[in-house]
């Protein structure tokens, strides 16, 4: 029996809607709104047991002084952009030597960088003039302002040194220009040759004149001159009042916020690490093939379905099977009994709805399972086995009964099977050839594919192929590795439908109690009415 399933072409895109984002947000919320509860706890204590914290702020000007005043020569640094100013406060030494001068010791090079992570510089650029101002925060309100005092003036200092190394540097080039010359006079005159020395010295001599003028000038000028710089203050640093820190409100917000987003990560991650099967179109895509229907269980009751999609789910499998005959459909699961407990009764009795004469097969002769979930011990049928054993037993089934009307038909299994696979595999094809003329519908309530080798044993009589029925929240590994094992074993996957879930609303009841021994039956929604019947 060869298998055909479908492609992923053939398979819808899943999209992502706001609907399963909202879905998945409320899943996660649980996890989320515990990590945030103690990440804000967290904060709220570690916050009240924190030193208050002040800030101090001093403002400096940078403009353009005019190049006099009165009578006074005025000497100022180039204009460079304000950035440098606080490049200037972050990356060099003028926070280091302020400290050292303020508290009046050597600094270490680990307390400069934890002191800048209490300092802020900001910038504000204008077309004329710029504001710098620095910020100081610090336990003690008095040392903060004069921490923020101190580097402001060591800012002032090291922008007017600019305008002195200016000058000094001018000097010194002029300086170095008229050794140069003197140099080259006394090498011309010491090479011997006279006109040439003679040229040389008149044109050494009149750009030393020259030289020596500059020099004078500038000596004159540095000596005349006052040196001022670009900074000025706008505003003096002074002690707050008003603690600044530590924001009590703001950190338990900030950690109850990283808590959320902590949370849902956390959760992401453990469902990316999660096999189990959350949704339909999940299960559609891990076994490459259709899912006919989703059975969600009525929450009073967990072995019932919906009726409404229990019709779904034959309504979809009769159109896959519409151009099959005889229909003889397995049904089966991945590894355990619960997640198929209760589709087949639930399938058997739909199609006997829809008008299809059914009949529904427990081969389940480990009897390890929950069996059909319908009485029938008050019947003396034989059981699937004596027929596997016996092909010309004479066949009696128990009819199901509902709303007073004959339903469908069973075969149950009476006794325990030693050799259940080998009986499955022997006799079990020419039984249901046997019978399949007889009935519209056959259903075959299989164990399930991983777990016994029953299944695959009894799947060349499911000339219709299997639907493997996977609940919510089962391995998807191993519903993968049983629609592979089928696959390589040449049964037809007909699809799949998904167990699981609850509904708020439970159908009308229909009574029936049924029990197997060493395990709890579903409840069957027909009559607990049970008749022989001979074939």
């Excluded at 204008?126 to 610090?138: H, L, M, P, R």
């Excluded at 020395?197 to 004159?220: H, I, M």
């Excluded at 050799?419 to 094809?429: I, K, N, T």
């Amino acid at each position: 029996m060869s298998s055909v399933l479908p492609t992923r072409e053939n398979q819808s895109t899943e999209r992502v809607n706001l609907r399963s984002i909202v879905s998945l947000l409320l899943r996660g919320a649980p996890i989320a709104l515990v990590v945030a509860l103690c990440a804000g706890v967290v904060a709220f204590l570690l916050t009240q047991r924190m030193d208050p914290s002040y800030q101090a702020s001093a403002s400096l000007l940078a403009s353009r002084p005019a190049s006099s005043f009165g009578n006074v020569d005025l000497i100022t640094p180039p204009p460079v952009d304000p950035r440098v100013y606080q490049r200037a406060l972050l990356e060099g030494d003028l926070v280091k030597t302020a400290m050292e001068r303020l508290g009046g010791e050597e600094v270490g090079e680990a307390q400069v960088i934890a002191f800048k992570r209490r300092m802020r510089v900001s910038v504000e650029n204008q077309e004329i003039s710029s504001v710098i101002t620095i910020e100081i925060t610090d336990t003690d309100p008095v040392r903060a302002a004069d921490y923020a005092n101190a580097i402001a003036n060591g800012l002032i200092d090291w922008d007017r040194n600019r305008a002195r190394e200016m000058v000094a540097n001018s000097i010194s080039a002029l300086e170095r220009s008229v050794t140069q010359l003197d140099s080259e006079i006394a090498a011309a005159v010491a090479s011997g040759d006279a006109a040439e020395a003679q040229r040389l010295q008149a044109l050494g001599a009149t750009l030393r004149e020259q030289r020596v003028r500059e020099l004078e000038a500038a000596r004159a000028r540095s000596a005349s001159a006052v040196i001022v710089g670009l900074l000025e203050n706008l505003s003096v640093a002074t002690p707050p009042i008003m603690a600044s820190g530590p924001r009590l409100v703001f950190n338990v917000f900030l950690a109850v916020l990283l808590g959320l987003v902590l949370g849902y990560g956390v959760q992401f991650f453990i469902w990316s690490l999660s096999t189990s099967v959350k949704d339909r179109e999940e299960l559609s895509a891990l076994l490459d093939t259709q899912v006919l229907g989703e059975l969600k269980r009525v929450r009073r009751n967990g072995t019932r379905f919906s009726p409404d999609q229990v019709g779904f789910f034959r309504a979809s499998l009769l159109s896959v099977l519409r151009n099959v005959r005889p229909r003889v459909i397995g049904i089966s699961s991945p590894e355990d009994y619960a997640d198929k407990q209760g589709v087949a009764v639930s399938l058997a009795e739909s199609l006997w709805r829809s008008g299809l004469r059914t009949l529904l097969i427990d081969a389940d002769l480990r009897r390890k399972g929950p069996g059909l979930g319908i009485d029938v011990s008050k019947t003396e049928t034989p059981g699937l086995e004596t027929y596997l054993q016996d092909q010309s037993a004479p066949l009696h089934t128990v009819s199901i009964t509902a709303d007073s009307k004959i339903a469908f038909d069973i075969i149950p299994v009476r006794t325990l099977s030693k050799q259940p696979s080998e009986l499955l595999a022997y006799g079990f094809e020419a039984f249901i050839k046997r019978v399949d003329t007889a009935y519209d519908v056959i259903v075959i309530d299989l164990p399930p594919v991983l777990s016994y080798p029953d299944a695959l044993a009894a799947a060349p009589a499911c000339s219709s192929g299997i639907v493997l029925a996977v609940s919510v929240g089962s391995s998807g590994k191993q519903a993968a590795s049983a629609a592979a094992l089928l696959q390589m074993n040449e049964v037809e996957l007909r699809g799949a439908v998904l167990t699981g879930g609850s509904l708020n609303k439970e159908p009308k009841p229909m009574i029936a109690n049924g029990r197997r021994e060493g395990a709890a039956a579903p409840r069957a929604r027909v009559s607990a009415r049970v008749t022989q019947r001979q074939k």
